[in-house]
C-alpha cells in the first residue's frame, strides 16, 4: 500500500478474517487428507457410485404395495379398460362402479389375484361360464412408485431426513447422506425398523469382496444409525493398499494385511513392526509372519512393513 500509494488504512479486523480464512484452508486441506487414508471414506463421496435403484425394470415379486403406488390395469378382450389408480392413505383403489379395493401391504401377484376377482362383478367375460373360457382378460402392474422417508442418524456425513424410492436400499440412503464421517463405523451400520434392530451393513464386505450383504430394501420409517468405530489400524509400508482399517471383534493381523491388499513384491515378510499403545505408555515389538493369523488387532496399533535388503 506505501508503495501504491493508498491513503485507505488496513483495518484490523481485514487482517484477521484474511488470516482466520488462510487458517481455515489449511485445516480443510489437512481434514481431506486424513479423511482418504480412512480405507472406504470415499465411497460414498463418488458422482458415478450412487447405489440408486433402476426403475426401468419389472418390479420385483415380493414388492409390497403401499400409499401412494400408481397401479395399472388393463382390461382387454370382449372388454377393453384402462384403470389408472393410486393407493389412497386407507390403503385402498377405487374403481369406478365397483368400490374400493384394499391392497396395502399385498406382493403385485396377490394384488392382481384380488383385483381379478373384483372385477368379474363388472366384467363377466373374465370367469369361464357353461364349459367355455373367459373372452375378457386382465394384467396388473405398478407404475409410479411411491415415496417414502428415511432417516441417517450417527456419525454421518450429512445426518438427516431424505426422501427416497421404494425400492431404495441402504447403501443409495448412505450416498445421500455421504455415508459415515470420520469418526464414523464403516463396518456397523444398524438398520432400525418399528424400533427394532433389523440387521447391520458391514461395507468391507463391498469393498472387499464385491458383495454387500444385508443391503435390504428399506421402508417408510427406517432409521440407519453410524455407530462411531471401535478400532483402527494404521498399515504403512509395503502392502499394496497403505491406510487406516477399521477392524471389529477379534479380527487378525493376517485379516488386516488382507484388508490392505497384502504384501507387495518387495516386502520383508517374516517379522512386521508394531507399534502400540498401552495404558500408560506405547510399546514397540516385532510381530513373527507366524503369529498373525492367531494375533488379533487393537484399536490405536501401527503396523510399519519393511522392505527387503537390496543387496
Do not use: C
Not at 113 to 128: C, F, N, Q, V
Not at 147 to 172: C, D, F, M, Q, W
Not at 246 to 253: A, C, D, K, R, W
Amino acid at each position: 500500500r506505501a508503495r501504491t500509494r493508498e491513503t485507505v488504512p488496513l483495518k484490523t479486523d481485514d487482517v484477521l478474517k484474511v488470516l482466520t480464512d488462510d487458517f481455515g484452508q489449511i485445516l480443510d486441506k489437512e481434514e481431506a487428507e486424513r479423511n482418504k487414508r480412512v480405507f472406504g471414506y470415499r465411497l460414498f463421496n463418488s458422482e458415478s457410485l450412487t447405489f440408486e435403484p433402476n426403475l426401468n425394470v419389472p418390479t420385483p415379486k415380493n414388492y409390497l404395495l403401499g400409499p401412494g403406488d400408481e397401479v395399472i390395469i388393463d382390461v382387454w378382450g370382449a372388454s377393453e379398460q384402462t384403470y389408472q389408480q393410486i393407493v389412497t392413505p386407507d390403503g385402498n383403489i377405487k374403481i369406478p362402479n365397483l368400490g374400493p379395493i384394499y391392497l396395502n401391504g399385498l406382493t403385485i401377484e396377490r394384488a392382481a389375484d384380488r383385483i381379478k376377482s373384483r372385477l368379474t362383478e363388472i366384467y363377466s367375460g373374465l370367469a369361464p361360464r357353461g364349459g367355455a373360457g373367459p373372452n375378457t382378460f386382465v394384467q396388473t402392474t405398478i407404475g409410479q412408485l411411491r415415496t417414502i422417508r428415511v432417516h441417517v442418524i450417527g456419525e454421518a456425513v450429512r445426518p438427516g431426513s431424505y426422501n427416497v424410492s421404494s425400492l431404495a436400499t441402504v447403501a443409495h440412503a448412505l450416498y445421500l447422506s455421504g455415508g459415515p464421517n470420520f469418526y464414523g463405523s464403516m463396518r456397523q451400520i444398524e438398520i432400525i425398523r418399528d424400533n427394532k434392530h433389523i440387521t447391520t451393513v458391514d461395507v468391507y464386505d463391498f469393498l472387499i469382496n464385491g458383495v454387500l450383504d444385508n443391503n435390504i430394501t428399506l421402508k417408510d420409517g427406517d432409521i440407519i444409525r453410524i455407530r462411531p468405530y471401535v478400532n483402527r489400524v494404521e498399515v504403512t509400508g509395503e502392502v499394496k493398499r497403505e491406510g487406516i482399517y477399521e477392524t471389529i471383534g477379534n479380527e487378525s493381523f493376517a485379516r488386516l494385511i488382507e484388508y490392505a491388499g497384502g504384501f507387495t513384491e518387495n516386502a520383508y515378510t517374516k517379522i512386521l513392526k508394531v507399534r502400540r499403545n498401552e495404558e500408560g505408555e506405547r510399546s514397540f515389538s516385532d510381530l513373527k509372519f507366524s503369529k498373525l493369523a492367531e494375533t488379533d488387532t487393537k484399536n490405536g496399533d501401527q503396523v510399519m512393513v519393511q522392505g527387503i535388503l537390496h543387496r
